[in-house]
């Protein structure tokens, strides 16, 4: 069964292609249906190599990957069933636009995660960012364009520092799956933009201002998700690729710590006086997003004691 990685991704993949016709609202709902059977059927160890895709894709599930795989296809199908049957769903203008990028976002969430090599980690990192901003911009109003370019600037100055991050641990580590021995080696520049292209992920502070503005712009299918489910793709990566336990980086552990501890600091009072349920979305992201860095941190790295 390990078909199932390919189809994890693949599914809303394909599904985007035809999810403008009117009658077929429902593909938001059918999209993560093979990611959440992969999370529950598939072993701990379960492998799918394709080497004929993109430098040769390795596909699996472990532990770590079961677990954002469960949760996030979760959240996908809720908000999917959410958007399918809205009110209108199906007729309103832009309606299968906003499935098409609802899906795409969803593939690429999807792939980084059963991805086991950096490529695929990239690839699949890159399409749902970039698709997310067709769902933040998806109005078409002034408030959402302005957010939509605040958004997609921070996205791909990310996805600029993450793809230098992982072109440099390959290069360090002699591999596109690098293990704990291989990032043992990895330099401060290359952990510098593993934390920056990440932490704008995540919104951790200051690298945060694209969310008060995305989340209230964006319908609330694409809010929940970009919280719930893509922003969390930040603590996975630092997970595979940010062994601060192995590397031994106690400087940057610290300055992770700061800067989560700084995000939960802002992210308390600021969100209390936010009218907008969007914006308090955003705020209580801010503060798990610290929380989550602090907690990372303190879990992989007992050098700091």
Excluded: C
Aim: net charge neutral.
């Amino acid at each position: 069964m390990t078909w199932l990685l390919a189809a994890a991704w693949l599914t809303p993949l394909l599904l985007a292609t035809v999810a403008h016709r009117r009658h077929l609202a429902w593909t938001t709902v059918l999209g993560p249906i093979p990611a959440l059977a992969a999370a529950l059927l598939l072993p701990e160890g379960a492998r799918l190599e394709l080497p004929w895709l993109l430098l040769g894709s390795v596909l699996g599930v472990d532990e770590t990957a079961r677990l954002f795989l469960g949760f996030s296809a979760l959240i996908w199908l809720a908000a999917g069933v959410y958007a399918a049957w809205e009110p209108g769903s199906g007729q309103h203008a832009g309606a299968g636009r906003f499935r098409a990028f609802f899906l795409l976002a969803m593939a690429g969430n999807l792939w980084l995660i059963v991805g086991q090599d950096l490529a695929s980690f990239y690839t699949g990192f890159s399409l749902m960012g970039i698709a997310s901003y067709g769902l933040v911009v998806h109005s078409g109003g002034p408030e959402a364009l302005r957010a939509g370019r605040v958004y997609l600037t921070l996205t791909l100055a990310g996805e600029l520092a993450l793809f230098a991050a992982l072109v440099l641990i390959a290069h360090q580590a002699g591999s596109l799956t690098p293990g704990a021995a291989e990032l043992a080696g990895l330099d401060d520049l290359t952990l510098a933009l593993l934390v920056l292209g990440l932490g704008i992920k995540a919104g951790l502070v200051p690298l945060h201002v694209w969310l008060p503005l995305a989340y209230p712009a964006a319908p609330p299918a694409a809010a929940a998700v970009l919280s719930g489910a893509m922003s969390k793709v930040a603590l996975l990566g630092w997970l595979r690729y940010l062994p601060l336990g192995q590397v031994a980086a106690p400087d940057w552990g610290a300055l992770l710590i700061l800067l989560g501890l700084g995000s939960m600091a802002l992210s308390i009072p600021v969100g209390l006086v936010q009218r907008d349920p969007g914006a308090v979305l955003a705020y209580s992201s801010i503060g798990k997003a610290g929380l989550l860095a602090v907690s990372y941190t303190h879990l992989t790295l007992p050098t700091m004691q």
